[in-house]
């Protein structure tokens, strides 16, 4: 079993929904990132966050320490925001453990 | 915050050749990381560079085969080499993420396809 979990693999919504990307991880943590990545392959640091919950622009992460459990939402999806998302979790140590990614599309 | 330029952003190689990738960090930095990224899957650590010291091999990566340079606090290169099908992937360097107080910052990816 992976350190980190993310669900759904795939997501395919339509404009305008809200979505959730959830991550689960077995291990303890300092901090839970989210990562955007897309098609060309770049990646974008979306949220760092230890505890509670943080917002940008439609973007929201939360964290639950004691579920080990946070979640990605984005509200009123538009189509650009198709990408592959990606939670990581920083053990204290000097390197990043990785989920699989949630590969995400919104249509028009 | 950190800016990472990388390159090549893509390249096509016949197997059994070599390709550098470098990147370039618009700040000082004491560590990058090096990732492969296989079609499909995760990122996987190749390796930490380290300005002034060898570089630090995740298990299943070798120098031989994935040789680094770090010759000063913002730049450094990984070199793939020998270079066979197995090898295409997208790599990426990184600065950041550690240790519980830093944000994580990526380059462009370099997509490599070897034929």
């Known amino acids: 079993k992976n350190e980190v979990e993310q669900s759904p693999q795939n997501l395919t919504a339509q404009e305008g929904e809200f979505i959730t990307i959830n991550c689960s991880y077995s291990?303890?943590?300092?901090?839970l990132h989210w990562l955007q990545q897309h098609p060309g392959g770049g990646i974008v640091s979306l949220f760092m966050?230890?505890?509670g919950k943080k917002k940008h622009g439609r973007l929201i992460a939360t964290i639950n320490i004691q579920e080990k459990h946070s979640s990605l939402h984005i509200t009123a999806s538009h189509p650009r925001d198709s990408a592959v998302y990606i939670c990581?979790?920083?053990?204290?140590?000097?390197?990043?453990?990785f989920g699989q990614g949630t590969r995400l599309t919104i249509n028009p | 915050s950190a800016v990472i330029s990388q390159k090549p952003s893509r390249d096509i190689c016949q197997r059994g050749t070599s390709l550098t990738i470098q990147c370039q960090v618009d700040?000082?930095?004491?560590?990058m990381f090096w990732y492969r990224q296989q079609p499909g899957q995760s990122l996987t650590l190749i390796a930490t560079?380290?300005?002034?010291?060898?570089?630090?091999?995740e298990s299943g990566f070798v120098i031989d085969k994935f040789p680094i340079s770090r010759p000063n606090l913002t730049f450094s290169t990984l070199t793939v080499s020998n270079m066979s099908p197995e090898d295409s992937s997208i790599y990426l360097c990184?600065?950041?993420?550690?240790?519980?107080?830093?944000?994580?910052?990526f380059g462009q990816g370099t997509r490599l396809t070897v034929v």
């Open positions: 700040s000082q930095v004491t560590m």
């Open positions: 966050l230890s505890s």
């Open positions: 990184s600065v950041g993420g550690g240790r519980g107080n830093t944000e994580a910052f």
């Open positions: 291990v303890g943590i300092s901090a």
């Open positions: 990581a979790v920083d053990q204290g140590a000097q390197k990043l453990v």
């Open positions: 560079a380290n300005q002034g010291s060898e570089a630090t091999y």
